[in-house]
Each structure stands twice: as C-alpha cells, then as structure tokens.
C-alpha cells in the first residue's frame, strides 16, 4: 500500500523560502513520477512540479522560485519554494504515478494523471 506523506508547510512573510517533503513508504519508486500540486481557496487544483530520473518539469507560475528535487536513498521528495508570494498560498500535496511523466510535460503536471496522493501540508504567505 503506497503512503505519502508531506511536512514542511507553515506561514512565512512574502519574499520567504519554505521546503516542503513528502515522504514515500510502500513501494520502491525511485523511477516513479513524483509531483507537487496545490490548491487555493475557490480555485482549480495546479501541478506546480514534476520529477522523473533527471528530467523535471515546473508550472510557468513558479519557474525560478521552485526546485523539485528527491532522494531516493531515503524515499523523499522535496520541494524548495524560495521568493514566495502571496499568491502561492495553498495546501500543497504530492502525488505519485508510474507513468506520468511518461507522457509528456503536459501530463506530468495533470492530476487526474496521478494515482497516489498525500494529505497536504498548508502553506501560507503573507
């Protein structure tokens, strides 16, 4: 049975760094798509990143401020938020997929792609 659970999230001033993590337990998913979503308040959930092996994939709405990175020694994947603003406030989850990334950078960031989820961490930015 796949878990992910994610820490990290918390309140910080705008211009801020937060790192989220989501630790996996369950399986062995070093070659696995793992990837960050959010979901504000009143709006539709975004992919924000993406990762599989070496290739990575990041919404345009966090380019240079978010680094998905993970270690597959200690089945965690990260995500480094630095320059934070206000609009990035929202619960973030991660999500895990065997075949997501596969598809292309567009799926990699869809999901309805993604077949195994975390709780959320709240992340808030003022």
């Known amino acids: 049975h796949v878990q992910l659970v994610e820490s990290g999230g918390g309140s910080v001033q705008a211009g801020g760094s937060l790192r989220l993590s989501c630790a996996a337990s369950g399986y062995r998913y070093s070659s696995n798509c793992m990837g960050w979503f959010r979901q504000a308040p009143g709006k539709e959930p975004e992919g924000v990143a993406a990762q599989r092996d070496a290739a990575t994939y990041y919404a345009d709405s966090v380019k240079g401020r978010f680094t998905i990175s993970r270690d597959n020694a200690n089945n965690t994947v990260y995500l480094q938020m630095n320059t934070l603003l206000p609009e990035d406030t929202a619960m973030y989850y991660c999500?895990?997929?065997?075949?997501?990334?596969?598809?292309?950078?567009?799926?990699?960031?869809?999901?309805?792609?993604?077949?195994?989820w975390g709780q959320g961490t709240q992340v808030t930015v003022s």
């Open positions: 999500a895990e997929d065997r075949l997501a990334c596969l598809k292309g950078p567009h799926s990699s960031l869809d999901r309805n792609e993604y077949k195994y």
